[in-house]
């Protein structure tokens, strides 16, 4: 169960929309519409921002939008804004129960 | 409201054990399977394993294999994680984290135990 693919960084202004991929294989990603996204402070416990690939839970900003094509699925922040600046991560069902995260991004708001 | 509070830092030797906490209150213990996610100093995430409370069963991650047990107590509603045969690489906090209703994943997550191995 090898981790899932994602940029080490991604960067952009205030108001810029940024786009983070996640690239799996056709075991997790590509066989499951259940990927989710996770937004990490450091220091602090994950925190779900998108679920079951375009699924945002009660209370997640709107700028925050998920999709998926094939093995890869991506989050999109739109209207970056300062408190954006984190470190995210995707996580797939990888079958039989069992999940896989990915390599993790850290997004700066320059 | 659904709490996950967790037990404190742990300092072991390698080659010990360490026994992590995670009190769950706010919601039907049995009725959601645990998870556990650990994440190395600097390191990413990484899924080690869940158990369900009600029947015990437990999925892990192959590579904790013999050296990873996880447990619950329905009576004080707390999860366990064991992990045996500690190396340096087993330096990480650990986090507890479960499901929302309507099969939302790990929407609620303990705030971490550390756990460092160090000689």
């Known amino acids: 169960q090898s981790a899932l693919t994602q940029p080490a960084s991604v960067s952009g202004s205030p108001g810029q929309s940024i786009t983070i991929s996640c690239t799996g294989t056709?075991?997790?990603?590509?066989?499951?519409?259940?990927v989710s996204w996770y937004q990490q402070y450091p220091g602090k416990a994950p925190k779900l921002m998108i679920y079951g690939v375009n699924k945002r839970p009660s209370g997640v900003s709107n700028r925050f939008s998920g999709s998926k094509s094939g093995n890869t699925a991506s989050l999109t922040i739109s209207g970056l804004q300062a408190e954006d600046e984190a470190d995210y991560y995707c996580?797939?069902?990888?079958?039989?129960?069992?999940?896989?995260f990915g390599t993790g991004t850290k997004v700066t708001v320059l | 409201q659904v709490q996950l509070v967790q037990s404190g830092t742990e300092v072991k030797k390698p080659g010990a054990s360490v026994k992590v906490s995670c009190k769950a209150s706010g919601y039907i213990f049995t009725g959601y399977h645990m998870h556990w996610v650990r994440q190395a100093p600097g390191q990413g995430l990484e899924w080690m394993g869940w158990?369900?409370?009600?029947?015990?069963?437990?999925k892990f991650v192959e590579k904790f294999q013999g050296r990873v047990s996880m447990s619950s107590d329905t009576s004080i509603t707390t999860a366990y994680l064991e992990l045996s045969s500690l190396i340096s690489d087993d330096t990480a906090v650990y986090f507890c984290?479960?499901?929302?209703?309507?099969?939302?994943?790990?929407?609620?997550w303990g705030q971490g135990t550390l756990v460092a191995v160090s000689s």
């Open positions: 158990i369900n409370p009600k029947s015990g069963d437990t």
């Open positions: 996580c797939s069902h990888a079958g039989s129960d069992t999940y896989v």
């Open positions: 056709s075991r997790d990603v590509g066989s499951y519409n259940l």
């Open positions: 984290a479960k499901f929302d209703s309507g099969n939302v994943p790990l929407a609620y």
